[in-house]
């Protein structure tokens, strides 16, 4: 069909909460497949480089107030406004790692009590990820872990809701837990080989979806 791609990058996300080894692992990733040779980019949102990002960042940073809606779709046109190019960048075959998605959007404001079906709407018809990897720790462990930030949603408490929301997110196929308190190592073996897998599907011509239509 015409909607076959012949050598597409695929779209992997990385989840989980503060302190789980996310950002360590996607780094990881990204330099293990360069080495192997794979067009690869590693992304973040928030991306705090745009003018929406820096709003939000600003947010983050308890320099400013917003009502809990309108950072939701703040957070929301942040991946708006990069989903052009993240398509273009997979269709000439370049892969993507993405520290964060749009589970984080509906994760962090579900668990401030909006409504999830509420919070998923913006999201939808952004490119769907080819493989969610949900980096699981328990929120008291992730603090024992030490070196929250001070930043807006790194506290406890909140972290307990986060984890209770990302539950009701994870139950599709694409998506795949580890277990984050095992060695790094060990997680990092075990993400090479579920992403390999995914690269060489994508690779193959699966095609695109979009998110929660
Ligand atoms: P980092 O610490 O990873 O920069 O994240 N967040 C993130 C949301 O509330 N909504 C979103 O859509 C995204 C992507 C999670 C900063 C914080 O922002 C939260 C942690």
Not at 147 to 165: D, I
């Amino acid at each position: 069909s015409s909607d076959k791609i012949d050598s597409r990058g695929a779209l992997i996300v990385l989840e989980g909460l503060d302190r789980c080894g996310k950002t360590s692992q996607c780094g990881r990733l990204h330099s293990y497949l360069e080495e192997l040779g794979h067009a690869v980019e590693l992304w973040r949102f928030p991306d705090r480089n745009t003018g929406v990002g820096q709003m939000i960042s600003s947010y983050l940073a308890n320099k400013s107030h917003l009502d809990d809606h309108a950072i939701h779709l703040l957070f929301s046109a942040n991946r708006w406004e990069k989903r052009s190019l993240m398509e273009s960048k997979l269709r000439s075959g370049t892969t993507l790692i993405i520290d964060r998605y749009s589970f984080s959007g509906v994760a962090f404001s579900s668990a401030k009590g909006l409504d999830v079906e509420w919070c998923k709407a913006p999201e939808a018809g952004l490119l769907a990820p080819d493989l969610v990897v949900y980096l699981g720790i328990s929120p008291e462990k992730a603090a024992e872990r030490g070196g929250y930030g001070g930043e807006r949603y790194e506290k406890l408490e909140f972290q307990k809701k986060v984890v209770e929301s990302y539950k009701t997110l994870c139950d599709d196929a694409t998506w795949k837990i580890l277990d984050a308190t095992l060695p790094m190592e060990d997680v990092e073996k075990q993400l090479r080989q579920i992403v390999m897998d995914c690269v060489l599907t994508c690779r193959k011509g699966k095609p695109f979806s979009e998110l929660w239509q």
